[in-house]
Protein backbone atom coordinates (compact mmCIF):
# COMPACT_ATOMS: atom_id res chain seq x y z
CA UNK A 1 0.00 0.00 0.00
CA UNK A 2 1.38 3.32 -0.90
CA UNK A 3 1.85 5.68 1.95
CA UNK A 4 -0.20 8.97 1.22
CA UNK A 5 2.20 11.94 0.52
CA UNK A 6 1.45 13.96 3.48
CA UNK A 7 2.98 11.73 5.80
CA UNK A 8 6.05 12.84 4.06
CA UNK A 9 6.44 15.95 5.29
CA UNK A 10 7.21 17.16 8.76
CA UNK A 11 4.51 17.37 11.08
CA UNK A 12 3.66 19.71 14.33
CA UNK A 13 4.12 18.44 16.83
CA UNK A 14 1.18 19.40 19.31
CA UNK A 15 2.33 22.39 21.55
CA UNK A 16 3.79 20.98 25.07
CA UNK A 17 3.55 17.44 24.06
CA UNK A 18 6.44 14.73 24.82
CA UNK A 19 5.82 11.37 25.82
CA UNK A 20 5.90 11.82 29.43
CA UNK A 21 3.31 14.97 29.68
CA UNK A 22 0.82 12.49 30.63
CA UNK A 23 2.01 12.12 33.53
CA UNK A 24 1.19 16.17 34.20
CA UNK A 25 -2.24 15.01 33.97
CA UNK A 26 -4.78 13.23 36.19
CA UNK A 27 -4.65 9.34 35.40
CA UNK A 28 -7.57 7.07 35.82
CA UNK A 29 -7.52 3.34 36.22
CA UNK A 30 -3.14 2.90 36.65
CA UNK A 31 -2.03 0.18 39.49
CA UNK A 32 -0.01 1.59 41.97
CA UNK A 33 3.31 -0.15 41.56
CA UNK A 34 5.05 -0.99 45.42
CA UNK A 35 8.40 -0.60 44.08
CA UNK A 36 9.50 2.06 41.72
CA UNK A 37 12.79 1.61 41.25
CA UNK A 38 11.46 -1.90 39.62
CA UNK A 39 9.35 -0.13 37.78
CA UNK A 40 11.72 2.49 36.06
CA UNK A 41 14.22 -0.44 35.55
CA UNK A 42 11.68 -2.16 33.37
CA UNK A 43 10.56 0.44 31.60
CA UNK A 44 14.41 1.49 30.50
CA UNK A 45 14.52 -2.16 29.37
CA UNK A 46 11.19 -2.00 27.41
CA UNK A 47 12.77 1.51 25.38
CA UNK A 48 15.50 -0.47 24.69
CA UNK A 49 13.12 -3.53 23.24
CA UNK A 50 12.52 -3.37 19.21
CA UNK A 51 8.77 -2.47 18.29
CA UNK A 52 5.93 -4.82 17.81
CA UNK A 53 4.66 -2.60 14.58
CA UNK A 54 6.06 -0.17 12.00
CA UNK A 55 5.19 3.03 10.95
CA UNK A 56 4.72 2.09 7.62
CA UNK A 57 1.91 -0.45 8.70
CA UNK A 58 0.55 2.29 10.63
CA UNK A 59 0.19 5.07 8.36
CA UNK A 60 -1.76 2.23 5.33
CA UNK A 61 -4.11 1.22 8.15
CA UNK A 62 -4.34 5.12 8.65
CA UNK A 63 -5.07 5.22 4.94
CA UNK A 64 -7.70 2.65 4.80
CA UNK A 65 -10.16 3.86 7.94
CA UNK A 66 -9.69 7.12 5.57
CA UNK A 67 -11.09 4.84 3.13
CA UNK A 68 -13.82 3.69 5.50
CA UNK A 69 -14.87 7.16 6.62
CA UNK A 70 -15.61 7.78 2.72
CA UNK A 71 -17.79 4.45 3.14
CA UNK A 72 -15.43 2.82 0.77
CA UNK A 73 -14.89 0.02 3.29
CA UNK A 74 -16.30 -1.57 6.10
CA UNK A 75 -13.96 -1.98 9.78
CA UNK A 76 -13.93 -5.13 11.68
CA UNK A 77 -12.23 -5.40 14.91
CA UNK A 78 -13.01 -8.22 16.92
CA UNK A 79 -10.82 -10.09 19.75
CA UNK A 80 -10.67 -10.78 23.48
CA UNK A 81 -12.12 -8.56 26.33
CA UNK A 82 -9.03 -9.23 27.72
CA UNK A 83 -5.97 -11.73 26.51
CA UNK A 84 -4.25 -13.63 28.77
CA UNK A 85 -0.55 -15.01 28.84
CA UNK A 86 -1.86 -18.33 28.97
CA UNK A 87 -4.08 -18.55 25.93
CA UNK A 88 -1.09 -17.15 24.20
CA UNK A 89 -1.02 -20.55 21.99
CA UNK A 90 -0.71 -21.54 18.40
CA UNK A 91 -4.94 -23.30 18.49
CA UNK A 92 -6.31 -19.76 20.38
CA UNK A 93 -4.55 -17.20 18.01
CA UNK A 94 -5.24 -19.09 14.81
CA UNK A 95 -8.88 -19.85 15.67
CA UNK A 96 -9.45 -16.15 16.65
CA UNK A 97 -8.09 -15.52 13.09
CA UNK A 98 -10.05 -18.41 11.53
CA UNK A 99 -13.69 -17.14 12.92
CA UNK A 100 -12.38 -13.31 11.89
CA UNK A 101 -11.11 -14.28 8.33
CA UNK A 102 -14.61 -16.09 8.09
CA UNK A 103 -16.90 -12.86 9.07
CA UNK A 104 -14.79 -10.33 6.50
CA UNK A 105 -15.41 -13.07 3.98
CA UNK A 106 -18.77 -12.72 4.77
CA UNK A 107 -18.50 -9.10 5.16
CA UNK A 108 -16.77 -8.64 1.82
CA UNK A 109 -19.15 -10.92 -0.02
CA UNK A 110 -22.47 -9.24 1.09
CA UNK A 111 -21.14 -5.73 1.60
CA UNK A 112 -19.56 -5.67 -1.65
CA UNK A 113 -16.48 -3.86 -0.24
CA UNK A 114 -13.21 -4.48 1.11
CA UNK A 115 -12.90 -4.86 4.74
CA UNK A 116 -10.43 -3.39 7.23
CA UNK A 117 -9.31 -6.32 9.68
CA UNK A 118 -8.44 -5.61 13.20
CA UNK A 119 -7.71 -7.28 15.57
CA UNK A 120 -8.44 -6.90 19.50
CA UNK A 121 -4.93 -8.97 20.10
CA UNK A 122 -1.39 -8.97 20.25
CA UNK A 123 -1.19 -6.54 23.77
CA UNK A 124 -4.77 -6.68 25.01
CA UNK A 125 -3.43 -7.41 28.37
CA UNK A 126 -4.58 -4.04 30.81
CA UNK A 127 -8.05 -3.87 31.81
CA UNK A 128 -9.77 -0.55 33.27
CA UNK A 129 -12.09 -2.19 36.34
CA UNK A 130 -15.43 -0.52 38.05
CA UNK A 131 -13.85 -0.48 41.57
CA UNK A 132 -10.04 -0.66 42.43
CA UNK A 133 -10.85 -3.63 45.31
CA UNK A 134 -12.55 -6.43 45.43
CA UNK A 135 -13.98 -8.07 48.61
CA UNK A 136 -14.34 -11.72 49.41
CA UNK A 137 -15.56 -13.14 52.94
CA UNK A 138 -14.53 -9.62 54.72
CA UNK A 139 -10.97 -9.92 52.73
CA UNK A 140 -10.02 -7.14 50.57
CA UNK A 141 -7.53 -7.13 47.77
CA UNK A 142 -6.50 -4.78 44.97
CA UNK A 143 -8.73 -5.43 41.89
CA UNK A 144 -7.21 -7.80 38.83
CA UNK A 145 -6.27 -5.44 35.67
CA UNK A 146 -5.68 -7.75 33.28
CA UNK A 147 -2.40 -9.93 32.96
CA UNK A 148 0.20 -6.76 32.20
CA UNK A 149 -0.30 -5.70 35.77
CA UNK A 150 -1.38 -8.94 38.25
CA UNK A 151 -2.85 -12.13 38.16
CA UNK A 152 -6.44 -12.77 38.96
CA UNK A 153 -5.96 -15.55 41.93
CA UNK A 154 -7.79 -13.91 44.78
CA UNK A 155 -4.49 -13.42 46.67
CA UNK A 156 -2.25 -10.63 47.82
CA UNK A 157 0.83 -12.07 46.00
CA UNK A 158 -1.50 -12.47 42.94
CA UNK A 159 -3.14 -9.47 42.86
CA UNK A 160 0.07 -7.44 43.53
CA UNK A 161 1.20 -4.90 40.96
CA UNK A 162 4.07 -6.41 39.47
CA UNK A 163 6.20 -4.06 36.69
CA UNK A 164 7.46 -7.27 34.98
CA UNK A 165 4.17 -8.35 33.59
CA UNK A 166 5.17 -5.53 31.11
CA UNK A 167 8.26 -7.16 29.96
CA UNK A 168 6.21 -10.70 29.53
CA UNK A 169 3.09 -8.99 27.82
CA UNK A 170 5.40 -7.57 25.20
CA UNK A 171 7.32 -10.58 24.58
CA UNK A 172 3.88 -12.39 24.29
CA UNK A 173 2.17 -9.41 21.73
CA UNK A 174 5.60 -10.25 20.02
CA UNK A 175 4.88 -14.04 19.84
CA UNK A 176 1.30 -13.54 18.96
CA UNK A 177 2.00 -11.08 15.83
CA UNK A 178 5.12 -13.31 14.81
CA UNK A 179 2.67 -16.31 14.64
CA UNK A 180 -0.45 -14.20 12.73
CA UNK A 181 2.32 -12.77 10.07
CA UNK A 182 3.67 -16.05 9.84
CA UNK A 183 0.45 -17.61 9.21
CA UNK A 184 -1.05 -14.83 6.88
CA UNK A 185 2.28 -14.58 4.39
CA UNK A 186 2.16 -18.66 3.98
CA UNK A 187 -1.24 -18.16 2.87
CA UNK A 188 -3.21 -19.10 5.50
CA UNK A 189 -5.50 -16.15 4.43
CA UNK A 190 -5.65 -17.89 0.48
CA UNK A 191 -9.46 -17.23 -0.74
CA UNK A 192 -8.60 -20.46 -2.76
CA UNK A 193 -8.41 -22.07 0.67
CA UNK A 194 -11.70 -20.81 3.07
CA UNK A 195 -11.67 -24.75 4.00
CA UNK A 196 -8.28 -24.06 5.77
CA UNK A 197 -10.45 -21.72 8.40
CA UNK A 198 -12.98 -24.57 9.39
CA UNK A 199 -13.15 -24.62 13.14
CA UNK A 200 -12.57 -28.34 14.33
CA UNK A 201 -15.32 -28.30 17.23
CA UNK A 202 -17.94 -26.67 15.25
CA UNK A 203 -19.71 -29.40 13.90
CA UNK A 204 -23.19 -29.25 12.34
CA UNK A 205 -23.79 -25.97 13.14
CA UNK A 206 -27.35 -24.19 12.28
CA UNK A 207 -25.54 -21.30 10.43
CA UNK A 208 -23.14 -23.47 8.69
CA UNK A 209 -25.08 -24.23 5.49
CA UNK A 210 -25.87 -20.84 4.72
CA UNK A 211 -21.97 -19.97 5.27
CA UNK A 212 -20.51 -22.60 2.65
CA UNK A 213 -23.20 -21.96 0.18
CA UNK A 214 -21.16 -18.39 0.18
CA UNK A 215 -18.03 -20.09 0.14
CA UNK A 216 -19.11 -22.19 -2.81
CA UNK A 217 -20.41 -19.13 -4.69
CA UNK A 218 -17.50 -17.47 -4.11
CA UNK A 219 -14.81 -20.17 -5.51
CA UNK A 220 -17.20 -20.83 -8.04
CA UNK A 221 -16.61 -16.91 -9.00
CA UNK A 222 -13.13 -17.05 -8.41
CA UNK A 223 -12.46 -20.21 -10.62
CA UNK A 224 -14.59 -18.51 -13.41
CA UNK A 225 -12.50 -15.39 -13.36
CA UNK A 226 -9.29 -17.60 -13.57
CA UNK A 227 -10.80 -19.32 -16.60
CA UNK A 228 -11.38 -16.31 -18.41
CA UNK A 229 -8.31 -14.27 -17.75
CA UNK A 230 -6.00 -17.76 -17.96
CA UNK A 231 -3.86 -16.78 -14.64
CA UNK A 232 -4.56 -16.81 -10.89
CA UNK A 233 -6.37 -13.75 -9.31
CA UNK A 234 -3.87 -11.85 -7.49
CA UNK A 235 -3.91 -10.69 -4.14
CA UNK A 236 -6.53 -13.16 -2.98
CA UNK A 237 -3.57 -15.39 -0.65
CA UNK A 238 -2.59 -12.20 0.78
CA UNK A 239 -4.96 -10.12 3.56
CA UNK A 240 -3.69 -7.31 5.74
CA UNK A 241 -4.05 -7.48 9.66
CA UNK A 242 -3.74 -4.98 11.66
CA UNK A 243 -3.80 -5.10 15.62
CA UNK A 244 -5.22 -3.24 18.23
CA UNK A 245 -5.80 -2.71 21.90
CA UNK A 246 -6.68 0.06 24.89
CA UNK A 247 -3.94 2.05 25.33
CA UNK A 248 -4.87 1.73 28.84
CA UNK A 249 -1.44 1.27 31.37
CA UNK A 250 0.29 4.47 29.76
CA UNK A 251 3.85 3.34 31.01
CA UNK A 252 3.98 0.72 29.16
CA UNK A 253 2.35 2.74 26.17
CA UNK A 254 5.02 5.76 26.48
CA UNK A 255 8.07 2.97 26.63
CA UNK A 256 6.70 1.52 22.88
CA UNK A 257 6.16 5.45 21.87
CA UNK A 258 9.13 6.02 19.34
CA UNK A 259 10.12 8.53 17.16
CA UNK A 260 10.36 7.69 13.51
CA UNK A 261 12.70 9.93 11.46
CA UNK A 262 11.74 8.88 8.45
CA UNK A 263 7.69 9.69 8.99
CA UNK A 264 8.49 12.98 11.39
CA UNK A 265 7.10 12.51 13.92
CA UNK A 266 5.97 9.96 17.20
CA UNK A 267 4.10 7.03 16.81
CA UNK A 268 3.12 4.16 19.42
CA UNK A 269 5.09 1.12 17.96
CA UNK A 270 2.88 -1.68 20.31
CA UNK A 271 -0.20 -1.41 18.29
CA UNK A 272 -1.58 -0.14 14.91
CA UNK A 273 -4.27 0.94 16.25
CA UNK A 274 -4.72 2.13 19.89
CA UNK A 275 -7.90 3.06 21.47
CA UNK A 276 -9.21 4.91 24.70
CA UNK A 277 -11.67 2.81 27.17
CA UNK A 278 -14.81 4.38 28.16
CA UNK A 279 -13.51 4.86 31.81
CA UNK A 280 -10.45 7.30 31.16
CA UNK A 281 -12.03 9.64 27.86
CA UNK A 282 -11.88 12.67 30.07
CA UNK A 283 -10.93 15.27 27.54
CA UNK A 284 -8.58 16.57 30.42
CA UNK A 285 -6.92 13.82 31.46
CA UNK A 286 -3.94 12.01 31.05
CA UNK A 287 -4.89 9.35 28.25
CA UNK A 288 -6.64 12.23 26.24
CA UNK A 289 -2.82 13.93 26.64
CA UNK A 290 -0.74 10.85 25.57
CA UNK A 291 -2.99 10.40 22.54
CA UNK A 292 -2.91 13.69 21.23
CA UNK A 293 0.81 13.24 20.00
CA UNK A 294 1.17 10.10 18.69
CA UNK A 295 0.75 9.84 14.64
CA UNK A 296 -1.52 6.40 14.72
CA UNK A 297 -5.05 6.19 14.29
CA UNK A 298 -6.64 6.36 17.16
CA UNK A 299 -10.23 5.66 18.45
CA UNK A 300 -12.29 6.28 21.93
CA UNK A 301 -14.99 5.19 23.34
CA UNK A 302 -17.72 6.82 23.56
CA UNK A 303 -20.76 6.06 25.85
CA UNK A 304 -23.89 6.88 27.08
CA UNK A 305 -22.84 9.63 29.41
CA UNK A 306 -21.19 11.67 26.88
CA UNK A 307 -22.96 15.23 25.47
CA UNK A 308 -22.17 17.01 21.91
CA UNK A 309 -20.02 19.59 23.52
CA UNK A 310 -17.96 16.98 25.11
CA UNK A 311 -17.49 14.70 22.05
CA UNK A 312 -16.75 18.60 19.90
CA UNK A 313 -14.00 19.38 22.34
CA UNK A 314 -12.53 15.94 22.31
CA UNK A 315 -11.87 16.20 18.34
CA UNK A 316 -10.54 19.66 19.09
CA UNK A 317 -7.97 18.13 21.20
CA UNK A 318 -7.56 14.78 19.10
CA UNK A 319 -7.72 15.46 15.57
CA UNK A 320 -7.35 19.38 15.64
CA UNK A 321 -6.43 19.53 11.69
CA UNK A 322 -9.03 17.22 10.74
CA UNK A 323 -6.93 14.65 9.57
CA UNK A 324 -8.56 11.49 7.59
CA UNK A 325 -8.40 8.25 9.34
CA UNK A 326 -7.09 10.14 12.15
CA UNK A 327 -10.26 9.41 14.70
CA UNK A 328 -12.31 6.92 15.20
CA UNK A 329 -15.49 6.88 17.45
CA UNK A 330 -16.54 3.71 19.08
CA UNK A 331 -19.93 4.04 20.83
CA UNK A 332 -21.46 1.35 22.93
CA UNK A 333 -24.97 2.64 24.89
CA UNK A 334 -26.87 -0.60 25.33
CA UNK A 335 -29.82 -1.57 22.94
CA UNK A 336 -31.95 0.17 25.38
CA UNK A 337 -30.28 3.62 25.09
CA UNK A 338 -28.80 4.12 21.69
CA UNK A 339 -31.69 5.85 20.14
CA UNK A 340 -32.39 8.21 22.87
CA UNK A 341 -28.49 8.88 22.98
CA UNK A 342 -26.86 8.67 19.85
CA UNK A 343 -28.78 10.72 17.85
CA UNK A 344 -27.72 14.31 19.38
CA UNK A 345 -24.26 13.32 19.33
CA UNK A 346 -24.16 11.97 14.96
CA UNK A 347 -25.59 15.56 14.74
CA UNK A 348 -22.92 17.94 16.70
CA UNK A 349 -20.37 16.06 14.74
CA UNK A 350 -21.91 16.41 11.57
CA UNK A 351 -23.22 20.08 12.03
CA UNK A 352 -19.81 20.97 13.03
CA UNK A 353 -18.29 18.89 9.74
CA UNK A 354 -15.94 16.91 11.46
CA UNK A 355 -14.44 13.86 10.16
CA UNK A 356 -15.03 10.66 12.06
CA UNK A 357 -15.22 7.05 11.72
CA UNK A 358 -18.64 5.77 13.58
CA UNK A 359 -18.15 2.32 14.60
CA UNK A 360 -20.54 0.28 16.81
CA UNK A 361 -19.61 -1.88 20.04
CA UNK A 362 -22.77 -3.39 20.50
CA UNK A 363 -21.36 -5.50 23.16
CA UNK A 364 -20.32 -3.47 26.21
CA UNK A 365 -23.88 -0.79 26.79
CA UNK A 366 -25.45 -5.27 27.09
CA UNK A 367 -23.74 -6.59 29.83
CA UNK A 368 -25.74 -8.19 32.53
CA UNK A 369 -25.34 -10.53 35.46
CA UNK A 370 -27.82 -13.66 35.69
CA UNK A 371 -29.44 -15.12 38.30
CA UNK A 372 -27.05 -17.99 38.85
CA UNK A 373 -23.96 -15.27 38.54
CA UNK A 374 -22.83 -14.82 35.05
CA UNK A 375 -21.33 -11.66 33.38
CA UNK A 376 -23.21 -11.84 29.91
CA UNK A 377 -24.41 -10.63 27.07
CA UNK A 378 -27.80 -11.69 25.00
CA UNK A 379 -27.66 -12.00 21.52
CA UNK A 380 -30.73 -10.25 20.99
CA UNK A 381 -29.37 -7.07 22.54
CA UNK A 382 -27.08 -7.00 21.10
CA UNK A 383 -28.24 -7.55 17.53
CA UNK A 384 -30.88 -5.51 18.15
CA UNK A 385 -28.10 -2.48 19.32
CA UNK A 386 -26.30 -2.73 16.12
CA UNK A 387 -29.52 -2.87 13.68
CA UNK A 388 -30.71 0.10 15.08
CA UNK A 389 -27.21 1.80 14.90
CA UNK A 390 -27.15 1.19 11.25
CA UNK A 391 -31.21 2.74 11.11
CA UNK A 392 -30.15 5.71 13.51
CA UNK A 393 -26.60 6.87 11.20
CA UNK A 394 -28.69 6.58 8.60
CA UNK A 395 -31.74 8.95 9.64
CA UNK A 396 -28.72 11.40 10.76
CA UNK A 397 -27.19 11.84 7.23
CA UNK A 398 -24.13 9.77 8.62
CA UNK A 399 -22.41 6.32 8.21
CA UNK A 400 -22.18 3.28 10.58
CA UNK A 401 -18.45 2.46 9.30
CA UNK A 402 -17.65 -0.79 11.35
CA UNK A 403 -18.35 -3.24 13.80
CA UNK A 404 -16.06 -3.52 17.05
CA UNK A 405 -16.73 -7.04 18.74
CA UNK A 406 -15.42 -9.16 21.69
CA UNK A 407 -15.35 -13.10 20.54
CA UNK A 408 -13.00 -16.36 20.25
CA UNK A 409 -12.32 -19.07 17.89
CA UNK A 410 -12.99 -21.70 21.14
CA UNK A 411 -16.01 -23.14 21.84
CA UNK A 412 -17.27 -20.87 24.91
CA UNK A 413 -20.33 -20.21 26.25
CA UNK A 414 -20.43 -16.97 27.92
CA UNK A 415 -23.59 -14.93 25.71
CA UNK A 416 -26.98 -16.14 25.64
CA UNK A 417 -28.81 -16.65 23.02
CA UNK A 418 -27.84 -16.88 19.39
CA UNK A 419 -28.86 -19.85 16.86
CA UNK A 420 -28.43 -22.18 18.95
CA UNK A 421 -30.32 -20.61 22.00
CA UNK A 422 -28.07 -20.79 24.31
CA UNK A 423 -29.34 -20.63 28.13
CA UNK A 424 -28.44 -19.82 31.77
CA UNK A 425 -27.67 -23.16 32.32
CA UNK A 426 -25.24 -23.70 29.29
CA UNK A 427 -22.96 -21.09 30.62
CA UNK A 428 -21.94 -23.13 33.16
CA UNK A 429 -20.59 -25.65 30.52
CA UNK A 430 -17.81 -22.99 29.21
CA UNK A 431 -17.44 -19.96 30.21
CA UNK A 432 -13.85 -19.12 30.40
CA UNK A 433 -13.71 -15.27 30.01
CA UNK A 434 -11.17 -13.50 32.97
CA UNK A 435 -13.39 -10.25 32.37
CA UNK A 436 -16.23 -10.01 29.90
CA UNK A 437 -18.49 -12.33 27.80
CA UNK A 438 -17.32 -12.99 24.10
CA UNK A 439 -19.30 -14.40 20.96
CA UNK A 440 -18.40 -17.77 20.41
CA UNK A 441 -17.85 -18.81 16.56
CA UNK A 442 -21.13 -19.35 15.20
CA UNK A 443 -22.40 -16.15 17.45
CA UNK A 444 -19.74 -13.95 15.22
CA UNK A 445 -20.72 -15.34 12.50
CA UNK A 446 -24.52 -14.62 12.97
CA UNK A 447 -23.64 -10.68 13.26
CA UNK A 448 -21.04 -11.07 10.19
CA UNK A 449 -24.77 -12.10 8.42
CA UNK A 450 -26.97 -9.88 10.13
CA UNK A 451 -24.69 -7.02 9.21
CA UNK A 452 -24.88 -8.10 6.12
CA UNK A 453 -28.31 -8.54 6.04
CA UNK A 454 -29.71 -5.19 7.45
CA UNK A 455 -27.06 -3.47 4.91
CA UNK A 456 -29.04 -4.94 2.27
CA UNK A 457 -32.70 -4.76 3.14
C1 LIG B 1 -13.45 -3.10 26.56
O1 LIG B 1 -13.42 -2.79 25.36
O2 LIG B 1 -13.12 -4.23 26.98
C2 LIG B 1 -13.97 -2.10 27.52
C3 LIG B 1 -13.64 -2.12 28.80
O3 LIG B 1 -14.81 -1.24 26.94
P1 LIG B 1 -15.41 0.14 27.43
O4 LIG B 1 -14.23 1.05 27.65
O5 LIG B 1 -16.25 0.56 26.27
O6 LIG B 1 -16.21 -0.11 28.67
MN1 LIG C 1 -14.63 -5.87 27.54
Known amino acids: MPTPDRNLHPVNLPTGWTTTSWRDFTAMQLPRYPDPAELEGVLAELRGLPPLVTSWEILALKQQLAEAQEGKRFLLQGGDCAETFDACSSEVISNRLKVLLQMSLVLVHGLRKPVVRVGRFAGQYAKPRSADTETIDGV ?32 RSAMTMNFVRALIDGGFADLHH ?52 EALLLPYEESL ?38 RNPIALKVGPSVTPDQLLRVIDVLNPEDEPGRLTFIHRMGASHIAGKLPPLLDAVRRDGRRVLWVCDPMHGNTEATANGYKTRRFANIGSELEQAFDLHAAAGTRLGGVHLELTGEDVTECLGGARELTEVDLERAYHSTVDPRLNYEQALEVAMLIVRKQSS
Open 140 to 171: TLPTYRGDMVNSPGFSAEARRPDARRMIKAHA
Open 194 to 245: PEYWNLSWVGHSPLADEYRRMVTAIGDAVRFMETLSGQEVHNLNRVDFYTSH
Open 257 to 294: TREVPRHWGWFNLSTHYPWIGMRTAAVDGAHVEYFRGI
